[in-house]
């Protein structure tokens, strides 16, 4: 199970563009990257999902470089909404191994 | 737009007592999850269940730990004896038959279980 990195807390005005960068050093090739966000109370929501170069849907866009070590989730323009907890998976299987995230705080 | 629900939301019991947890999975769903998170930490994977049988299980996911579909619609977990230390949020997850690696499970909104 490859291991993950990435901060534990960052703050954010509203407004401006947030990148959450996770490493990931021990990929393997049939592992892929997916990210989770968790309100408070709340079940994780899948955000987004990649296996290299860029993923963009309606929510947010997901960089991975070709050597796939690392990703970064980036959330365009974020409201005071999307203060949450920011997870990072890497998993070859279909059962998710949850880190402990990055805590975002979005500052008015 | 479908969920997950479960139920109930919180349930309190006595330490050694059973408890049963409850999830309704989105309809056409065919692999359903168990997840835990005590408080202030990290989401645990306990298990994963496909065609009427556990497909993986964690460690923490021992003997006092089971699940069951009893019919089409609910996915339940039941703890034997609880213990004070399985006092957390347990949740439901489900995810759809897609191919390939696409994984997006939708979990629902929790069970908070509370051991005294």
């Known amino acids: 199970l490859a291991k993950t990195t990435q901060p534990i807390s960052m703050d954010s005005y509203e407004g401006q563009e947030v990148n959450i960068t996770c490493s990931h050093n021990n990929i393997a090739t049939n592992d892929y990257i997916t990210w989770y966000q968790q309100f408070p109370s709340q079940g994780p929501r899948f955000i987004i999902q990649g296996y290299k170069t860029k993923v963009t849907n309606e929510v947010a866009s997901l960089f991975i470089p070709a050597d796939r070590k690392s990703s970064t989730l980036s959330l365009p323009r974020v409201s005071l909404s999307d203060t949450a907890v920011y997870y990072c998976?890497?998993?070859?299987?279909?059962?998710?191994?949850f880190g402990t995230g990055t805590r975002l705080t979005v500052i008015p | 737009e479908p969920e997950v629900t479960q139920t109930p939301s919180h349930q309190v019991t006595q330490m050694g007592q059973e408890v049963i947890l409850r999830c309704v999975p989105i309809?056409?769903?065919?692999?359903f999850y168990w997840y835990r998170q005590i408080l202030g930490q990290k989401v645990e994977f306990l298990v994963s269940?496909?065609?009427?049988?556990?497909?993986?299980k964690s460690e923490i996911f021992d003997d006092q730990f089971s699940v069951e579909r009893p019919d089409g619609s609910n996915f339940t977990l039941k703890i034997r004896s609880t213990k004070l230390e399985d006092s957390a949020m347990y949740f439901c997850?489900?995810?759809?038959?897609?191919?390939?690696?696409?994984?997006?499970?939708?979990f629902g909104p929790g069970t908070r279980l509370t051991v005294l």
């Open positions: 309809s056409n769903h065919l692999y």
């Open positions: 997850a489900s995810r759809g038959n897609g191919a390939g690696w696409r994984n997006e499970q939708f």
């Open positions: 269940f496909y065609n009427n049988e556990i497909s993986e």
């Open positions: 998976l890497v998993t070859g299987s279909n059962n998710l191994f």
